[in-house]
């Protein structure tokens, strides 16, 4: 089974940047899609942005409120997904979760249940 390790997170302002690097060991990522979550104390895990590779390219999804700040990425020769946040804000705190999908399921999920392998968090949290 894979295993996920996320990094990345950190302290910052509203406006600014983080660049947050989920590195796999084990399986390649592209045996499935991969995706990144993010929790707050008290509310369920929701899916933020998903990737997935085909024959044709890349699938990517974002959630809603994230569309057009995050971008989804990957680097298939360091087996690691990337997901870049700008113009973070404060209601962006949260710990943040990278998950894959069991292969061969390339279909971007949006329910946490449908991932089975989890890295361990990092925190992000965005001060006014």
């Known amino acids: 089974q894979v295993q996920l390790v996320e990094s990345g997170g950190g302290v910052v302002q509203a406006g600014e940047s983080l660049t947050l690097s989920c590195a796999a060991s084990?399986?390649?990522?592209?045996?499935?899609?991969m995706a990144w979550f993010r929790q707050v104390p008290g509310k369920e895990r929701e899916v933020l942005s998903g990737?997935?590779?085909?024959?044709?390219?890349?699938?990517?999804y974002y959630a809603g409120d994230v569309k057009g700040r995050f971008t989804i990425s990957r680097d298939n020769a360091k087996n690691t997904v990337y997901l870049q946040m700008n113009d973070l804000k404060p209601e962006d705190t949260a710990v943040y979760y990278c998950?894959?999908?069991?292969?061969?399921?390339?279909?971007?999920?949006?329910?946490?249940?449908?991932?089975?392998?989890w890295g361990q968090g990092t925190q992000v949290t965005v001060s006014p």
């Open positions: 084990g399986p390649t990522l592209s045996s499935a899609a």
């Open positions: 998950a894959r999908r069991k292969p061969p399921n390339r279909n971007i999920a949006s329910r946490p249940e449908e991932y089975d392998s």
């Open positions: 990737i997935s590779w085909g024959r044709i390219g890349d699938s990517t």
